[in-house]
């Protein structure tokens, strides 16, 4: 009877720890059972607790007396417990009240406060890890998938190995095992193609990087040619301004011949010349233009 209650009480802490390390979160399952369970066990039944059981009723060695001391003796009620110190805006207010009246008791007080935190935060850091713990049991037990057999289908009853079942079972542990070599040779293969791959670039931006050093190289000697020219053509204008100027020297061209003026001569033509009667009539003069030329009257001196 004392080694079940003994057990009780042990299997009772492991699920307490397991509830204080999910926070009541995480479900007791059937498969987490063996889990708890055989600690308990594996503490309980052990042969010095056996010896115990029998020993501390006084059943053997027979003793009696170990029964009745244990009805007999007075209880002591506990001692009362005093309040301590919780939250940090205490703490300072009594850190201040013990700078004025420092006391003993007040020492003592404060003790017992920073022991109590010290507990707080041990419980604190164990709840923590007990709950990484169930955390990574859950992501374990959804990982989990049903339950398969060796050829690969659901099965809830006991298996039967025949002859078909194991050759069935060669075949497929065959097309599994070709299947992951082909899956190696194929993941070596695109490794190695990246690696290639990725010398290949590196290769490339090292060229792109010479090309573009070696342009930049050209474009300073090109750029430090042309200063130097512009440099020699400004040097050279400079020298040029520097020497005088000599006077121009003002070359006469020859006269061109002059023409000499053709004179025309002027032709005289006589118009409407009549003969009446055998008297020729004087003719109209006319000019090179078509002019009718009259003849100059002279008047002679004494006529009227």
């Given amino acids: 009877m004392v080694l079940f209650s003994l057990l009780s009480l042990v299997y009772s802490k492991e699920l307490n720890k397991q509830q204080e390390q999910?926070?009541?979160?995480?479900?007791?399952?059937?498969?987490?059972?063996?889990?708890?369970?055989?600690?308990?066990?594996?503490?309980?039944?052990?042969?010095?607790?056996?010896?115990?059981?029998?020993?501390?009723?006084?059943?053997?060695?027979?003793?009696?007396?170990?029964?009745?001391?244990?009805i007999c003796r007075p209880i002591?009620?506990?001692?009362?417990?005093q309040p301590?110190?919780?939250?940090?805006?205490?703490?300072?207010?009594?850190?201040a009240d013990f700078r004025k009246n420092p006391s003993q008791a007040k020492l003592e007080k404060?003790?017992?406060a920073n022991k109590e935190l010290a507990v707080q935060a041990a419980l604190d850091r164990h709840i923590k890890e007990g709950l990484l713990e169930v955390l990574k049991d859950e992501k374990k037990s959804k990982a989990r998938g049903k339950r398969l057999n060796v050829l690969g289908e659901e099965h809830t009853k006991p298996i039967l190995f025949s002859a078909d079942n194991i050759r069935r079972t060669q075949e497929l542990f065959a097309k599994k095992e070709a299947?992951?070599?082909?899956?190696?040779?194929?993941?070596?293969?695109?490794?190695?193609?990246?690696?290639?791959?990725?010398?290949?670039?590196?290769?490339?931006?090292?060229?792109?990087?010479?090309?573009?050093?070696?342009?930049?190289?050209?474009?300073?000697?090109?750029?430090?040619?042309?200063?130097?020219?512009?440099?020699?053509?400004?040097?050279?204008?400079?020298?040029?301004?520097?020497?005088?100027?000599a006077l121009p020297v003002r070359i006469k061209t020859p006269a061109k011949p002059r023409k000499v003026p053709v004179l025309k001569k002027k032709v005289v033509s006589f118009i409407n010349g009549n003969i009446n009667g055998?008297?020729?009539?004087?003719?109209?003069?006319?000019s090179s233009r078509g002019r009718a030329i009259k003849p100059r009257v002279i008047f002679e001196k004494g006529s009227n």
């Fill in 179 to 245: 299947f992951a070599k082909s899956e190696r040779i194929r993941i070596n293969t695109k490794k190695a193609a990246q690696a290639l791959k990725k010398q290949k670039n590196e290769a490339e931006k090292a060229e792109k990087a010479l090309q573009v050093a070696v342009r930049g190289e050209n474009i300073n000697k090109v750029r430090i040619k042309e200063k130097a020219e512009l440099q020699a053509q400004k040097e050279k204008e400079a020298k040029q301004k520097k020497v005088p100027k």
């Fill in 110 to 112: 404060l003790f017992r």
């Fill in 22 to 70: 999910s926070l009541g979160y995480s479900l007791i399952k059937k498969k987490q059972f063996l889990k708890l369970f055989r600690p308990a066990w594996n503490s309980t039944f052990t042969i010095k607790n056996i010896q115990k059981a029998f020993a501390k009723p006084g059943i053997w060695p027979y003793n009696p007396a170990l029964v009745l001391k244990v």
């Fill in 278 to 286: 055998g008297v020729l009539e004087t003719p109209v003069k006319q």
């Fill in 76 to 81: 002591t009620p506990p001692e009362a417990i």
């Fill in 84 to 95: 301590t110190l919780r939250s940090a805006k205490s703490i300072r207010h009594f850190q």
